[in-house]
């Protein structure tokens, strides 16, 4: 069974996964490698270049192949856009969301630029938030808190949360 993560840009999935992975005894997964390796470029340089729907083209096109077993995968923040993608990963396991308030992100990616976000002319992070978190809730089969503790003690309350199923 795999552990999707999903959640905000700045939520913690790929360093919270590395340490999940290690906690469990499974393969990690980075899908926002994935898809600068599939496009030979980073992902700001996909945005700024190509545009936001040719990098939710490419998004999808890679999650929607991903073809793993007993794997931590981190998604990128925008993953939840394709519903397709979605529910390719989630026939594979069960789908984690890593909650972070609104104000935490932004604290969080002071310097979003170069981080690969897509986000709309004028939109701040509030508003990304605003329009993702539905998006979160309805894909997580599990919802946990990443504020407040260490890496480590939100990895153990993934871990206890996905055991107890």
């Known amino acids: 069974m795999n552990i999707i993560l999903i959640g905000m840009p700045g939520s913690g ?3 919270i996964g590395v340490v999940l992975a290690k906690l469990l ?3 990690f997964c980075d899908t926002d490698l994935l898809l600068q390796k599939h496009c030979g470029k980073k ?14 083209r490419y998004e999808e ?5 991903l073809d793993c077993t007993d ?31 609104a104000d935490e992100i932004a604290r969080r990616l002071a310097n ?7 986000i709309g002319d004028g939109m701040t992070i509030a508003d990304l ?6 998006l979160y809730e309805r894909y997580a089969d599990l919802t946990v808190s990443a504020e407040g503790g260490s890496v480590y003690d939100v990895a153990k309350a993934i871990a206890d949360k996905v055991e107890a199923r």
């Not at 992902?43 to 939710?56: H, K, M, V, W």
């Not at 096109?61 to 192949?65: G, H």
């Open 25 to 27: 005894g499974k393969h």
């Open 43 to 56: 992902l700001q340089e996909i945005i700024r270049t190509e545009g936001a729907d040719a990098f939710f």
């Open 112 to 118: 979003f630029s170069d981080r690969g976000v897509v």
């Open 71 to 101: 794997t931590v995968v981190a998604t990128g923040g925008s993953a939840v856009y394709s519903d397709k993608a979605m529910q390719h990963l989630k026939a594979s396991g069960v789908c984690v969301y890593l909650k972070v308030d």
């Open 61 to 65: 096109e890679v999650l929607s192949s």
């Open 13 to 15: 999935k790929s360093t």
């Open 129 to 134: 938030y605003a329009e993702r978190k539905p």
